[in-house]
Nanobody, 115 residues
Framework: QVQLEESGGGLVQAGGSLRLSCAAS????????MYWVRQAPGKGLEWVSA????????YYPDSVKGRFTISRDNAKNTLYLQMNSLRSENTAVYYC????????RGQGTQVTVSS
């Protein structure tokens, strides 16, 4: 079955950086678009980034464009999210997902940005 396991979250000061990883298994990772979504306290799931199967096309909402970078290593079945210039409003549980709405996602990793 599909398994997605995120890691790399933690507590960081505003302006800092974190790199999230997601280990995928149970499906052919290299042929799927992949996504990062997040859920802030008291809010619904929000799409954060997307990447095509080959890794040469990436997509971001305006809220993170220029600060977040999604990437993948198909040989390692791993998805990444590099987050720079973090802000307090980026505090959330971050999930990797097989779809943009996060219907199939991992257990998440907590990112807390202190101001």
């Amino acid at each position: 079955q599909v398994q997605l396991e995120e890691s790399g979250g933690g507590l960081v000061q505003a302006g800092g950086s974190l790199r999230l990883s997601c280990a995928a298994s149970g499906f052919t990772f290299s042929i799927f678009c992949m996504y990062w979504v997040r859920q802030a306290p008291g809010k619904g799931l929000e799409w954060v980034s997307a990447i095509n199967p080959g890794g040469d096309n990436t997509y971001y909402p305006d809220s993170v464009k220029g600060r977040f970078t999604i990437s993948r290593d198909n040989a390692k079945n791993t998805l990444y999210l590099q987050m720079n210039s973090l802000r307090s409003e980026n505090t959330a549980v971050y999930y990797c997902a097989k779809d943009k709405i996060g219907a199939t996602r991992g257990q998440g990793t907590q990112v807390t940005v202190s101001s």
